[in-house]
């Protein structure tokens, strides 16, 4: 294997950040008790603490959340613009990801039992599967884009069609 593709290396992160919670969670149920001092530092200065306060549509944000979110957007960013060659290839590869990001929303239902299985609270889980939704549909709206871009419409294009009637259903899901 020559190289990787970023598609490709954006699903092996993503796998790679869901056993990294597995195990984490693994490990802490069967040494709670040996590195509890460590754990409440961790807690304590870094997953407690506020960087902002709450606003009016979502609520107080941690460092920990604040990271987190950092370096998945600016991971995807990456994913997106490294090594492309014009809008087309961009487009396409948009698409790509959006599929990748679209696999843990189908997978994590319900929510809930998701959630335990990963250790984390169901509000952090939630506010984790909104911003993987979010991505989602700002990459299948950027890959629709750049198709309609580079190539006409048709309705009797066999391809085209159906995602034309995928689109407005994402809207609907978003809005909810």
């Given at each position: 294997m020559?190289?990787m593709?970023?598609?490709?290396?954006y699903a092996?992160a993503?796998?790679?950040?869901?056993v990294?919670?597995?195990?984490?969670?693994?490990i802490?149920?069967l040494?709670?008790?040996r590195?509890?001092?460590?754990?409440?530092?961790?807690?304590?200065?870094v997953?407690?603490p506020y960087v902002?306060?709450r606003?009016?549509?979502f609520?107080?944000?941690?460092?920990?959340q604040?990271i987190?979110?950092?370096?998945y957007?600016?991971?995807?960013?990456l994913?997106?613009?490294?090594?492309v060659k014009?809008?087309?290839e961009?487009g396409?590869?948009?698409g790509?990801?959006s599929?990748?990001?679209?696999m843990?929303?189908l997978?994590a239902n319900?929510?809930?039992f998701?959630?335990?299985?990963?250790?984390?609270?169901l509000?952090?889980?939630?506010?984790?599967h909104?911003t993987?939704?979010?991505?989602?549909f700002?990459q299948?709206?950027?890959?629709?884009?750049?198709?309609?871009i580079?190539k006409?419409?048709?309705?009797?294009?066999?391809i085209?069609?159906p995602?034309?009637?995928?689109?407005?259903a994402?809207v609907?899901?978003?809005?909810l």
């Amino acid at each position: 294997m020559d190289h990787m593709e970023a598609s490709e290396i954006y699903a092996l992160a993503a796998g790679g950040i869901l056993v990294i919670l597995l195990v984490y969670r693994f490990i802490s149920f069967l040494f709670h008790q040996r590195y509890n001092g460590v754990v409440s530092l961790f807690f304590k200065h870094v997953l407690y603490p506020y960087v902002c306060r709450r606003f009016r549509y979502f609520g107080p944000i941690s460092r920990m959340q604040l990271i987190i979110q950092t370096v998945y957007w600016s991971g995807t960013l990456l994913c997106n613009v490294v090594k492309v060659k014009g809008l087309s290839e961009a487009g396409l590869r948009a698409g790509t990801l959006s599929v990748i990001n679209l696999m843990p929303l189908l997978l994590a239902n319900p929510l809930g039992f998701a959630a335990d299985l990963l250790g984390l609270s169901l509000r952090h889980f939630l506010r984790l599967h909104g911003t993987i939704a979010l991505m989602t549909f700002l990459q299948g709206a950027f890959h629709l884009s750049a198709i309609l871009i580079r190539k006409r419409f048709s309705i009797n294009d066999p391809i085209q069609f159906p995602g034309l009637l995928v689109r407005p259903a994402n809207v609907l899901i978003f809005g909810l």
